[in-house]
Nanobody
Framework: QVQFVESGGGLVQPGGALRLSCAAS????????MGWYRQAPRQQRELVATIPVVGTARYATSVQGRFTASINSAKNTVYLQMNSLKPEDTAVYYCNSDPAGFPWGQGTQVTVSS
């Protein structure tokens, strides 16, 4: 059973940057596309980035050009570099496979506010 532990969130001003990490235990990423998701208050969870098994990462239109997802398979860790953050990026961020097939972790809160 895979378990995810997200970290790296915090409070940042608009235009700032954060780097999120997601450490997986219990299994490896091999064979799974990985995704970063977020859930804002009173909204449904949405997929913002996908790292496919083969090929380049894909992004939601709302984060294209600002977010970069990457993976370190040797460390079983997925990263999300978030630049030029906007207030609408405020949410709890999670990682999971894409499509999501494992239990959700606790997520990490990102708050973008002046």
């Amino acid at each position: 059973q895979v378990q995810f532990v997200e970290s790296g969130g915090g409070l940042v001003q608009p235009g700032g940057a954060l780097r999120l990490s997601c450490a997986a235990s219990g299994n490896t990423f091999w064979g799974y596309a990985m995704g970063w998701y977020r859930q804002a208050p009173r909204q449904q969870r949405e997929l913002v980035a996908t790292i496919p098994v083969v090929g380049t990462a894909r992004y939601a239109t709302s984060v294209q050009g600002r977010f970069t997802a990457s993976i370190n398979s040797a460390k079983n860790t997925v990263y999300l570099q978030m630049n030029s953050l906007k207030p609408e990026d405020t949410a709890v961020y999670y990682c999971n496979s894409d499509p999501a097939g494992f239990p959700w972790g606790q997520g990490t809160q990102v708050t973008v506010s002046s």
